[in-house]
Structures are given as structure tokens and as C-alpha cells.
């Protein structure tokens, strides 16, 4: 059984940093796509970054790149996004995902079989 479960969320001032954590049991990380996604109220669900299958090759929305960096453990089984330089325009649940056969940017795509339940970022002041 695959269980993805995201932590780290929480209210932050603009230009602050969060770090989130995504632990995945079930579904091995190597070589398998791994995404983060973020959804706010009213808008369609986006990708925000990604680790490609196979290659892991990392990917980054444009809104996000140069702030938000996308790392894991495969020992650990952990995906972490951190995020530095927070704006208001950030404010989403955050969520990850995981799956086989996502190759090259198309794991930015929300194409995923398997999910987390989500994390609120909230960027105020």
C-alpha cells in the first residue's frame, strides 16, 4: 500500500522560508517520478517541482525557480521542498505525489496514480 504524507506547512510573512517534508512508504523513490504540487482556492492544481523517472532530473515551475529547491533521501524514503523568498501569491495546499513513467517534464503534469493529503502554506503579513 502506498501512503505519501506531507509535513511542514504552516503561516510564514512574506519573504520568509518553509520547509516541507513528504515521507512515502509503499513505492520506492529512485528512479520513480516524485512531485510537488501546490493547489489554491479556486485555481486548477499546478505542478511546482519534480524529480523525472529514471534520471531524476529536476524540474521547476517558472513562478517558483530560484526559490524553491526540490531534494530527497531515497534511504529515508523523504522528498523536502524548501522554499525561501515566500510570497503571498505562494498561499496553497501543498501536496506530493509519486508514480512510475513520468519522463522529463511531464512530471510537472498532475498525471500522478498516487497521492498525499496535503499541506496548508499560507504566506501573510
Known amino acids: 500500500q502506498v501512503q505519501l504524507v506531507e509535513s511542514g506547512g504552516g503561516l510564514v510573512h512574506p519573504g520568509g522560508s518553509l520547509r516541507l517534508s513528504c515521507a512515502a512508504s509503499?513505492?520506492?523513490?529512485?528512479?520513480?517520478?516524485i512531485g510537488w504540487f501546490r493547489q489554491a482556492p479556486g485555481k486548477e492544481r499546478e505542478g511546482v517541482s519534480c524529480?523525472?523517472?529514471?534520471?531524476?532530473?529536476?524540474y521547476y515551475a517558472d513562478s517558483v525557480a530560484g526559490r524553491f529547491t526540490i531534494s530527497k533521501d531515497d534511504a529515508k524514503s523523504t522528498v523536502f521542498l524548501e522554499m525561501n523568498s515566500l510570497k503571498p501569491e505562494d498561499t496553497a495546499v501543498y501536496y506530493c505525489a509519486i508514480d512510475r513513467g513520468l519522463y522529463g517534464s511531464s512530471c510537472l503534469q498532475p498525471r500522478y496514480n498516487y497521492w498525499g493529503q496535503g499541506t496548508q502554506v499560507t504566506v501573510s503579513s
Open positions: 509503499g513505492f520506492r523513490l529512485d528512479a520513480n517520478a
Open positions: 524529480f523525472s523517472s529514471t534520471f531524476s532530473k529536476v
